[in-house]
């Protein structure tokens, strides 16, 4: 492991660094639709994942981009950490990723370019991995270290899926646990122990691929992934998307419990509360423990799936398949009023 500790020459780390929604909206807002095209299936209009480009043959172009600075200190895991999380946009619509440009900020003063290279070397090596090509991209000088990708991916029209179309009726799934920010801001204050080392890192390195598979199941109605608005922020963009509410319970909810006791510690990221603030009256006063959890920033986590109940074998049997155990943890309801999260347990 290199002796270089990225995370000191950031002031944030990974999905954690994203500006809040609500503050995305205004920008947004003031920027405007954008131009109108044809052929433009999805563009910056409901936060859906990536931009999709209908292709004219049955096919769409999927296109994302996202970068972050070091959520870990190893600059090989970094750049394999954002590449698999800038990847996962593609996999979140059901697309296969085919091709990626690299996206590189780097503070030459203090780091040297050897370390950049270590970085783009672990974004090859998931491409690689992944089938998909590396090919170029650019490079700044910074004065904080900032990695990721620009990808494209193909997608059969009809698995398309987009965080909105979750119905009444509804399975919540979850295909990686929580508290990937708890862990890192453990780790960054010196908290957390010798035998819980890496348990983020290997949580954030599994790739989304299941998601290819899973879009092809007629009842995963709405699917996404879960980063840095955390799975509160990401639940309640499906359900406004979507015109209904979700309904939680807790206790079947996917957590790595280690990072608990670290939570009771303070470890609590600064994205959190920023990701309470946003929803506001989307998420209704709770327990502290129940909306850390729930705001709890992620960065390269799982996707989250709205599955009609009949097809709930299918999506157990995918998972199974791919090494992850999937259970439903609370399910799509009627929208009433402004909260669109409910929590039991």
Known sequence: MSAIRLTQYSHGAGCGCKIAPDVLDGILAKAGPGASHARLIVGNQGREDAAVYDLGDGRGMIATTDFFMPIVDDPFDFGRIAAINAISDVYAMGGQPVLALGILGWPLDKL???????????????CRELGLALAGGHSIDAPEPIFGLAVNGLVDLEHL??????????LLFLTK?????????????GLLEAGHHGLARETMLKSNAIGVE????????????????????????????????ARIDFRRLPRLAE??????????????????????????????????????????GGLLLSV??????????????????????????????EARIEVRG
């Open 177 to 189: 646990p929580l508290g990937v920010g708890l862990l890192t801001t453990a780790e960054k204050q």
């Open 112 to 126: 040297g370019a050897d370390i950049a290279g270590d970085v783009v070397a672990g974004a090859q090596a998931v």
């Open 259 to 300: 990072a608990e006791a670290y939570r009771r510690q303070g470890a609590v990221p600064g994205g959190t509360q920023r990701n309470r603030d946003a929803l506001g009256t989307a998420l209704p006063a709770m327990d502290e423990a129940h909306w850390q959890w729930l705001c709890d920033p992620q960065t390269s």
């Open 308 to 337: 009609h109940p009949s097809w709930e074998d299918d999506v157990e049997r995918i998972g199974r398949a791919q090494g992850v155990e999937l259970q439903p943890f609370g399910e799509v309801v009627r929208a009433r009023g």
């Open 161 to 170: 899926k987009l965080n909105k179309g979750a119905q009444v009726g509804d």
């Open 214 to 245: 899973l879009a092809k199941v007629a009842g995963v109605h709405a699917m996404t992934d879960v980063t840095g608005f955390g799975l509160a922020g990401h639940l309640a963009e499906m359900c406004e998307a979507s015109d209904v509410a």
